[in-house]
């Protein structure tokens, strides 16, 4: 079975399935009239726009104008939009680490260049047991 676009000679536009591309036109479903196939429409949108990136967002109150409420609403809606869309496509988020690392469970305890990870995120997600590990050593 193929879809195809059909007119009929009223004037009504409707889609119709026919077993082969050789099969005559059906009558139009609303008059009956005879009918003809017609081109296909074209559907060349439905591209997503990912919109700017974190680099090309502002960074200081000069680059919002100021400050100015239209502009950090404006700015606010398209880094929303970034973040829903980096949520569903991970792949747009870019490196993401150097920013973590000073969030989150690295907010008291920031990671440095060269640390351990594991070891770090332990500590940094269980201080107390980290704590009385290092007394341990210590003795």
């Known amino acids: 079975m193929i879809l195809y676009d059909f007119a009929c000679t009223d004037g009504h536009e409707f889609e119709a399935l026919v077993t082969s591309a050789s099969e005559d036109a059906p009558p139009c479903p609303v008059c009956q009239a005879p009918s003809k196939r ?12 990912a919109g700017p ?25 398209l880094a929303a ?3 829903k869309l980096e949520a569903k496509h991970p792949e747009l988020a870019g490196d ?12 008291t305890t920031p990671l440095r260049a060269g640390d351990d ?4 995120i332990r500590e940094a997600a269980f201080p107390a047991q980290s ?4 007394d341990k050593r210590q003795e």
């Open 131 to 134: 704590e009385s590990h290092k």
């Open 96 to 107: 993401r680490r150097p920013i973590l690392a000073h969030e989150g469970i690295f907010a």
């Open 53 to 77: 990136s974190r680099d090309q967002m502002p960074r200081s109150w000069q680059q919002t104008n100021r400050g100015d409420r239209e502009t950090v609403r404006h700015w606010h809606e």
């Open 117 to 120: 990870v594991a070891t770090a």
């Open 38 to 49: 017609r081109l296909a429409r074209l559907n060349i949108g439905g591209r997503a726009d």
């Open 81 to 83: 939009k970034r973040e």
